[in-house]
């Protein structure tokens, strides 16, 4: 499977189903917040593993960068915290 499909998957369904989207929101509050919320996703059927998600947000950051044609050469704030956003996009998400 492809992480991205089963992210777009994951926000698609967290959407529509409150439990989910609740579950996943808390995973954020916890000690490892990233090994929870993968562990929330495979228990859910959801094929996102940690190691799978940290280089996804690492792909995306390094892609960025190299879209600026060598002026990118530090990471702007933001741009690497994947996780962070997909709980803010759960937290947005309305009932």
Do not use: H
């Not at 089963?6 to 929101?25: F, G, H, Q, V």
């Amino acid at each position: 499977m492809n992480i991205q499909n089963e992210l777009e998957r994951l926000m698609t369904d967290a959407k529509n189903d409150s439990r989910l989207r609740k579950e996943l929101i808390a995973a954020a509050r916890s000690e490892d917040p990233m090994k929870s919320f993968c562990d929330i996703c495979v228990k859910n059927g959801y094929e996102i593993y940690l190691g799978e998600l940290f280089a996804y947000g690492q792909d995306m950051n390094d892609a960025k960068l190299r879209s600026v044609n060598g002026g990118g050469v530090n990471a702007i704030d933001g741009w690497d915290d994947t996780f962070g956003l997909l709980i803010k996009e759960l937290e947005d998400m309305k009932d």
